[in-house]
């Protein structure tokens, strides 16, 4: 379980981005690269940076901020730098600068002119709050001084609108450094990692949402019902305390935002329903909340995808694990915390087929975005799905040529995501009458089904194991 899983797309790009800067080193006037990393809190950020660097085997720096003072975090600069690999390291220790700039302009005078060399600064966004002109300063520093030594500068950060800010047109360091999104391990990662079957695969996808550090308490080859009996006795596994956690390093207890964010967690879709699972909170309050959230990424907002508008937003957590955890785990911790996670566990057990069926749609669509084309079916650059305010028209899949108002609607097709049931002539017959409420062409049908297709009728249909090759061949 100690090994690197996964991942290998995120170290190609930043094994190339070391390599330009080793081929730039001694000819171009500006070697240094820089990568703006953002990722959710528990990603595996770190992990992944501390991986490239084992393998780059090149002086480096890992500072990681941690919330304090801008003198605090000066002194945790330097007490990084003392203790890293880079040459003439001891200056830092000398000098002691007391100022950023400083420290910058010092920084840059001992990282090495003719070789390669790696400077991480984590948690990025703590600094750009507590640190008065950190942007204006990195960016003067990196213009004058950094991007002119053979440097890998990465930046990284796990509150993505701060991240995506700091690349924003109107802020300093604009174009300065190229963008990287870590997610979640896939579920082929999972699969590989806990040796499970592609379907298990897909469950264990559901319950850790890909975190690394709940994953690495699924024993491999472990069900997840094993898995969960073991993490619901245990009151700080990494299943139990990782949301909290996270929650609370992005809203205050007093925030609004968490109150929403639990009624959409609890299954909560619509706007009007949201208002009235949160206390009946105001039309504006529930607003910036729900802008907050999706401004965070920690939400989703989505629209039909159809050939014509529709006002019908539909609300839904975007990190798997957390969902799993607001409907779950979050609401009862009081009685895993008094030893009664069996009651927990009975609760999942009794709800899991039905909240799984819904949960997985996201997966499912990501899955088939990275998938085609393939002989089935065209590529589709919008993969996403169709309802109404009623829900008398549901369509799980629907591929189009973009949304969420298509011009042309590519493929529709139904997800049936139980063990014994597969999908049907009355599920092939549902699924017409509702394509023939979106469109008159003879658009594509696909199945997507956990316990495989005995009817005729389909263009295409995908089971666990050719969704999880949308991760393996990508």
Partial sequence: ?????????????LTRALEDVRGAAGGATQPGQCLLMRGRRRVGKSTLVEEFLRQAEVPHLFFTAGGGSAADELLELRDAVVASALPERSLFAEEAPEQWNAAFRLLAEILPDDSPSVVVIDEVPYLMERVDAFEGMLQRAWDRLLSRKPVL??????DLSMMKALNDYDRPFHQ????????????????????LEPAAAFDAALITGGLPLICREWPPGATMWEFL????????SALLVSAERSLAAEFPPQAMGREVLRAIGTGERTFTNIARAAG???????T????????KRVVAAELPVSLHPSKERRYRVADPYLRFWLAFLGPHMAEIERMRGDLTLARIT???TSWRGRAVEPLIREALARLLPDAGLPAAPVVGGYWTRSNDVEVDIVGADRGPVAKELLFLGSIKWLETSPFDAHDLAALHKHRAALTDDPTPLVAVSRGGVNCSGLQAAY??????GAWRTR
């Fill in 1 to 13: 379980m100690d090994r690197f899983i996964g991942r290998e797309r995120e170290l190609r790009a």
């Fill in 153 to 158: 500068l990465l930046l990284v950060g796990s």
């Fill in 176 to 195: 300065r450094g190229r963008e990287m999104v870590v997610g979640p391990l896939n579920p082929a990662d999972l699969g590989e990692m806990l040796e």
């Fill in 229 to 236: 009996e073991a993490a619901l006795e245990n009151p700080i």
């Fill in 280 to 286: 009946g909170i105001a039309h504006s309050t529930l």
């Fill in 288 to 295: 910036r909340a729900a802008d907050l959230l999706i401004d």
């Fill in 350 to 352: 009794e709800r899991w």
């Fill in 463 to 468: 089971g666990p194991g050719d969704l999880l």
